[in-house]
């Protein structure tokens, strides 16, 4: 069974840091994806990434697959609170497999 | 514009009352899952149809199960919830399995309380 671990697991941060997390993965991701979950809400996909190596960008926010697919990272440039919420990674399979997750708290 | 609605928002029930959850969606879209997420954890995939095709995941409890009457609507029927069972359950869909109709949706999901 595929397990995919994220860390931090807690981020809580000011206004204006950069910060990155991290997901890696037990084996080789089929495609990656990073999903956004604000509280009382369902998650939004952020990003696809397939290829390792592969580095998107999504105005302030940098997503990088590893070269072995096995790990990502999203670094977040200059946070702001609206970039509060749940960060999951997760394997795009013939199903979703989630990550455990990245609670981010951004205060003003 | 709501794509993917979910019925109610918060859910009350008592310790072994059926209850079931509603899904609807306007993407026209073959694939509507269920998951349940529980507090500070990632969500859990407990099943899901492919037009009429139920597919359900091996440790989904007999607990729980799902209708799927038309394309547009899914329940999730919880017979007998437990304290357990207390959780967001969200409902998601998608085109398709594969390539780049594989975007799920989700709903803004339903937060069940067992009483």
């Known amino acids: 069974t595929q397990l995919l671990e994220q860390s931090p697991q807690f981020l809580s941060i000011q206004e204006g840091e950069n910060l990155t997390v991290y997901c890696n993965s037990s084996?080789?991701?089929?495609?990656l994806q990073w999903y956004r979950q604000e509280p009382g809400e369902g998650p939004v996909l952020l990003v696809t990434?397939?290829?390792?190596?592969e580095v998107k960008k999504l105005k302030r926010l940098t997503f990088q697959f590893g070269d072995a697919r096995k790990d990502s990272s999203l670094h977040i440039t200059a946070a702001q609170p609206g970039d509060t919420g749940l960060y999951l990674c997760?394997?795009?399979?013939?199903?979703?497999?989630f990550g455990t997750g990245t609670r981010l708290q951004v205060f003003p | 514009d709501a794509m993917v609605i979910q019925n109610p928002r918060y859910q009350v029930t008592q310790f072994g009352k059926p209850v079931t959850l509603s899904c609807s969606q306007t993407?026209?879209?073959?694939?509507m899952y269920w998951y349940q997420q529980k507090s500070s954890q990632a969500p859990k995939l407990l099943f899901h149809?492919?037009?009429?095709?139920?597919?359900n995941e091996a440790d989904t409890p007999d607990n729980f199960q799902s209708r799927r009457p038309n394309t547009s609507f899914c329940f999730l029927d919880i017979r007998s919830p437990g304290l357990g069972d207390a959780a967001m359950y969200l409902c998601?869909?998608?085109?398709?399995?594969?390539?780049?109709?594989?975007?799920?949706?989700f709903g803004p999901g339903t937060r069940l309380t067992v009483t």
């Open positions: 149809y492919y037009d009429k095709d139920f597919n």
């Open positions: 993407l026209n879209h073959n694939v």
């Open positions: 998601a869909t998608s085109r398709d399995y594969r390539g780049v109709s594989y975007e799920q949706y």
């Open positions: 084996s080789v991701f089929s495609s």
């Open positions: 990434v397939v290829t390792g190596g």
């Open positions: 997760a394997d795009r399979t013939d199903k979703l497999i």
